[in-house]
């Protein structure tokens, strides 16, 4: 079963400054989706970025972008020029690429919770 | 905004009780999910349907039933509720429920059972 693991249960950074947080999944599949969504106060979840596992090249999204290191699986996600309203709580999440049974099934991390400080 | 509605957004229920949770998806989405929240568990994959059909089941309980409607809303109906079922729940949708596609949450709605 796939497993996704996020150990930094807490960081945060200055406004302005990068931070990057951490996500590491197991799976013996080859094709795969990784998504980071974001959990603000509100507790809506919003996707930040995705990542499909066939493609080498990092994803980018604004301030947001990836290191994809698919031998290592890690997925970490870098947030440059940090904002007061990126404090969150931040979710990596993995879906599989095949398999009818699981078409659709996000697997989530415990989550990693950032303060942006002003 | 999402575009995937759920309604009641709070709910405060005694144990013993069933509750009804609604859910619209995005428009010109076929599939939607269920996600519950809690302390203990985090987020968990509840289940799946794609044009009114199940299509992938996860940690639900036998308490707990789904269903969608013709029109593509969804209904998750939790029974005999106990105090553990406190939690936040998500409704999900997607253009087709296939692998890949983004999933858009809702803003949840929290259960606190009493």
């Known amino acids: 079963a796939q497993t996704v693991t996020q150990s930094q249960p807490e960081m945060s950074v200055q406004e302005a400054e990068t931070v990057t947080l951490s996500c590491t999944y197991d799976?013996?599949?080859?094709?795969?989706?990784l998504f980071w969504y974001k959990q603000p106060p509100s507790r809506q979840m919003i996707l930040v970025i995705r990542?499909?596992?066939?493609?080498?090249q990092n994803a980018t999204e604004n301030r947001f972008s990836v290191n994809f290191q698919k031998a290592a699986k890690s997925f970490s996600l870098k947030i440059s020029d940090s904002q007061l309203g990126d404090t969150a709580m931040y979710f990596c999440a993995f879906m599989t690429a095949r398999g009818s049974s699981n078409t659709g099934k996000l697997i989530f991390g415990q989550g990693t919770t950032l303060q942006v400080k002003p | 905004d999402s575009g995937v509605t759920q309604t009641p957004k709070h709910l405060i229920t005694a144990t013993g009780q069933r509750v009804t949770l609604r859910c619209s998806p995005r428009?010109?989405?076929?599939?939607v999910y269920w996600y519950q929240q809690s302390l203990d568990q985090g987020l968990q994959f509840l289940i799946q349907y794609y044009n009114g059909e199940e299509r992938a089941k996860g940690n639900i309980l036998e308490r707990f039933s789904a269903q969608q409607f013709p029109d593509l809303h969804s209904e998750l109906n939790l029974s005999s509720l106990e105090l553990g079922d406190s939690a936040l729940y998500f409704c999900a949708s997607s253009v087709d429920g296939q692998p890949g596609n983004t999933i858009y949450f809702g803003e949840g709605s929290w259960l606190t059972v009493v």
């Open positions: 799976t013996s599949e080859n094709n795969y989706y």
């Open positions: 990542q499909e596992a066939y493609k080498q």
């Open positions: 428009s010109g989405d076929l599939s």
